[in-house]
């Protein structure tokens, strides 16, 4: 089945303690991206990657660390997590980085995991 | 200003009516415009895109386009109960084509 599954689905943690959420897709996509998600402020991009060792930063990069060593596998690292990192977080894939005409792929997106940092 | 904006609801919309859900956006240069449904608790799924002024229809679902105005909007044809939902809007960058930027969701309830 296609599909992109993060892990774990749920983590609470405290301040300062690294983790790592995984992401992985078994769909051959280009793209890779994390969202975070808070009320009242929707999806905010953290990183995204056009292909393997290729990432560049989204809108909310402060606190994060990617990388992108295979092309099915995009990790998401808090290095030292904080209270402010708590919040709902997406990975999502496409098949393209670009599309003709600089347009953007459809993005799909994995199951979500429920981040709580105390 | 935000970069794309949506009225935050929630819109409510009875059983057989015309839902209509409008998005603005800033970057003039944006070329790919996506509309995402998000039930509660869920991930975002693809309703519809769109790349080229004008409508787009997909079953009920028709996106409209224009990009003078800078504004995308989802109508929602004979709405039913399974329609209540998130709706996110995304957009991408013009100097960074593949930053995607969404606007925070209209919360759509299809009242019986």
């Known amino acids: 089945e296609a599909q992109v599954t993060q892990n774990p689905r749920y983590l609470i943690t405290v301040t300062g303690k690294k983790l790592t959420v995984t992401c992985s897709q078994n769909?051959?996509?280009?793209?890779m991206s994390w969202y975070r998600q808070d009320p009242g402020l929707g999806l905010r991009q953290i990183y995204y990657?056009?292909?393997?060792?290729?990432?560049d930063k989204g809108d909310v990069p402060e606190g994060y660390k990617v990388s992108r060593k295979e092309k099915r596998n995009f990790p998401l690292i808090l290095e030292s997590p904080s209270p402010n990192q708590t919040s709902l977080y997406f990975c999502?894939?496409?098949?393209?980085?670009?599309?003709?005409?600089?347009?953007?792929?459809?993005?799909?997106f994995g199951p979500g995991t429920r981040l709580t940092v105390l | 200003q935000k970069e794309v904006e949506q009225n935050s609801g929630p819109l409510s919309v009875p059983e057989g009516a015309i839902a209509s859900l409008n998005c603005t956006y800033s970057d003039r240069g944006s070329q790919s415009f996506f509309w995402y449904r998000q039930y509660s608790g869920k991930s975002p799924e693809l309703i519809m895109s769109i790349y080229s002024n004008g409508d787009k229809e997909d079953g009920r679902f028709t996106a409209q386009l224009n990009k003078a105005s800078q504004y995308v909007s989802l109508l929602i044809r004979d709405s039913q109960p399974s329609d209540s939902a998130t709706y996110l809007c995304?957009?991408?960058?013009?100097?960074?084509?593949?930053?995607?930027?969404f606007g925070s969701g209209t919360r759509l309830s299809i009242r019986p």
């Open positions: 999502a894939s496409s098949p393209s980085s670009l599309l003709a005409g600089y347009s953007a792929d459809t993005q799909y």
């Open positions: 769909m051959n996509h280009e793209y």
């Open positions: 995304a957009v991408n960058g013009y100097s960074s084509a593949s930053k995607i930027i």
């Open positions: 990657s056009m292909n393997v060792e290729v990432t």
